[in-house]
């Protein structure tokens, strides 16, 4: 299990004076990629999934994907869910498993940005969720036609990032000091005095986007100025798309062509964890960070009063409420296979962290259902929460050890 904490990640970096990758993935090739440069380069990495790419894939189906990779992966990972644009997606993001998210309201009036980005603030922080705003504007969008610029480059105001991060409690600030999405031609200029003053004005981790095309010395006048999360994205567009052109006149079918993503990618990728300093880092982080934990909410109980029609319709509609709960990722109900078990039905709700034990609790949604359905009709009941196991490297040596024995 190598999720860990976000917040935790980034603050590292920004302590350390170097910038985590988070790489925008369109499918496997690039989870695989991505991942494998990041055990290649031992860095701390995040998994990127961009809205404005969900026409690329089905979000739902790639997420168990991604974070099986995560967990299996001998470093680092964080998984991102980046530009979301409303209330709504950024909680379904969290719900699939995202453990950072993104506010993209930045094309909004202030105080609109500040209401929009404290509302999914204060839904993710009682998740366990830190959550990226952004201020002033990064021309362009995450994905293709990439040269294209809509609208004009706005940059970051210090003061005005002062009372947005104040007033909405948000994590990480992505800036906009010159950077735009996709590709230019020639080398930005970039507001390096602005990125410094606004780093010593707000003390949290800066975030670029449009991170393409930035030559070294670039980067690292960024990541000196608090620069510890860089959104990267087209370049390694640009790397798969030349494995492929690269492959087109072989005889051969679909996976002929895409049989050079892979590496093209990860190689890519490990450039640039070499070059922002995140390479070497993960064994720091892992030590240092603490690890994405789920939990959950487990309840054995026997029912008092309603036939079987009625016991299944209370956990249908508990299914389907509950698991809209910012946080929830799971609603399992149950019933004993065992004729006469001593408790005749359960539910097994997975969270995304601890945080939400109190938040869910509290949740309007979940107090109706408890207090009008469930209950009125809930016998003799255990109710626990409990914490993934998390064995450390020598509790497992131990374990594997006296296994060995027996
Ligand atoms: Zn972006």
Redesign the pocket.
Known sequence: MALVNMKDMLEHAYRNRYAVGAFDLVGLEFLEGIIQAAEDCRAPVILSL?ESHFDHYDFELLMPAVEAAAERAAVPVAIHF??GATLDSATRAINQGCNGVMVDASMLSLPENISHTKAVVDMAHACGVPVEGELGY?AGV?GENAEHHPGELVFTSVEEARVYVQRTGADFL?VSIGTV?GRLKGRPRLDFQRLARINDALGVPLVI??GTGLADEQFGRLIANGVAKI?YYTALSDAAAEAVRGKMDDDGGYTTLLHGVRDAVAQEAARCMRLWGSAGRAAEVLMQCRPWQPVEHLIIYNVQGLDEAGVEYVMAEGRRVLSTIPGVRRVFTGEAMKDRATYRYSWLVRFTSREVIDSYREHPAHKAFANHLFRPHAGERISIDFQETQPTLQAATNVEAESLRA
């Open positions: 961009a980046d530009h990064v995450e992505a999405h986007h449009g959104n």
